[in-house]
């Protein structure tokens, strides 16, 4: 087993095995996590012998989403920089990568967190799973999900989890077709390696072509990613938003004042 800041990497029978490990600050997006998911990725892309990808989480969390103690951004410039590297560099990495990612989802995918599953190419959550998208607590908008969930799940749905920021059951997921499958918690590394094994018994050239035409518009796209990043600098300034990330740390109700 390799280590790639805090994600294990490890490969077995042609299977790359990615897992968060910040157990104790529930997987969220530090900047050791996403440098080991970069460098991760980049050996999966490196490595011939590895067909696909499993992504899951250590303990009861499978991303909880941005570290906002990073948040607190001086200014428009550090803003655009800091989406891109959080929306190209990480959360879209995994469609972007040219094998197929399963994200196996152990616990709360929240924020930042449902949008590196919704970037992979199936997901399958654990019974206990949660997901969501609280973003608009802060005064901000979720940067990845405002342009993919509702491709997942329809555009009405995706401004109602986006607008109210409720979090849904596992079930309520896969009601909705957010994620592909549901199964009990401690069968969930174990569907995830058969699924794998079932996809792998097709030539490896076909299973990376067939990801690449389903998402070659997406590949070729890129002007709704470029309009989020554009966008984001404009929420970061406002009052609200600095009003919510503040409240968050301090562990209180944020009082929003519409500017």
């Not at 979720?142 to 995706?158: D, N, Q």
Request: hydrophobic content about 45%; charged content about 25%.
């Amino acid at each position: 087993m390799s280590r790639f800041g805090t994600v294990e990497y490890e490969v077995t029978g042609g299977i790359a095995i990615m897992t968060m490990d910040e157990e104790a600050r529930l997987n969220a997006l530090s900047a050791e996590i996403k440098e080991g998911l970069s460098k991760g990725f980049d050996e999966v892309e490196r490595d011939d012998d590895v067909w696909l990808v499993i992504l899951t989480g250590k303990g009861r969390s499978f991303c909880a989403g941005a570290d906002i103690r990073g948040l607190h951004l001086e200014s428009p410039v550090a803003v655009k920089k800091f989406m891109h590297q959080v929306l190209v560099d990480t959360l879209s990495r995994a469609e972007r990568v040219s094998k197929p990612v399963i994200a196996a989802v152990n616990g709360l995918a929240l924020g930042g967190g449902l949008e590196l599953a919704i970037g992979c190419d199936i997901i399958i959550a654990s019974d206990k799973a949660q997901f969501g998208v609280p973003e608009a607590r802060l005064g901000l908008v979720p940067g990845f999900a405002i342009v993919r969930l509702h491709e997942l799940v329809g555009r009405h749905k995706a401004k109602e989890l986006i607008l109210t920021t409720e979090t849904i059951s596992a079930e309520e997921a896969l009601r909705i077709g957010l994620v592909n499958k549901v199964v009990p918690h401690d069968k969930l590394m174990e569907e995830a390696i058969a699924l794998s094994k079932k996809i792998m018994e097709n030539p490896k050239l076909t299973i990376w072509f067939a990801k690449s035409a389903v998402n070659r518009q997406i590949y070729t796209g890129g002007d709704e990613i470029a309009y989020a990043i554009d966008a984001m600098p404009y929420l970061f300034s406002t009052q609200d938003a600095q009003e919510g990330i503040t409240a968050f740390l301090e562990k209180r109700k944020p009082s929003f004042k519409g500017r």
